[in-house]
């Protein structure tokens, strides 16, 4: 499984694992999905530690759910991203987008 959710009190996580591509886009949609209708939640935070490669989908869907989440005041957190995809985010300028939490 490449997407893995958890709720922790108002913080909803999605972990992604090894690839973030449009290969498990409708996995990362209807994680999001479910944690944008919880009203309960009040954060999402995408956990980042375990991906070695994203693409330009993966942005792509990225900012789709920031805009989701706006429309819901929700804020979303990109949490312990590394080596390449931590430079692929500042290099696409994600981190003005983005709370980066723990970037290395």
Do not use: W
């Amino acid at each position: 499984m490449t997407v893995i959710t958890s709720v922790h009190q108002q913080i909803g996580r999605i972990d992604l694992m090894q690839k973030f591509d449009f290969h498990i886009h409708r996995d990362f949609k209807h994680a999001y999905t479910e944690m944008l209708g919880n009203p309960a939640i009040h954060e999402i935070e995408i956990g980042m530690q375990h991906l070695i490669t994203i693409d330009s989908a993966a942005l792509g869907m990225l900012v789709l759910l920031r805009e989701r989440a706006a429309e819901m005041n929700k804020s979303i957190s990109l949490v312990n991203p590394t080596g390449y995809v931590c430079k692929l985010l500042e290099v696409a300028n994600f981190d003005k987008l983005f709370q980066l939490k723990n970037a290395r």
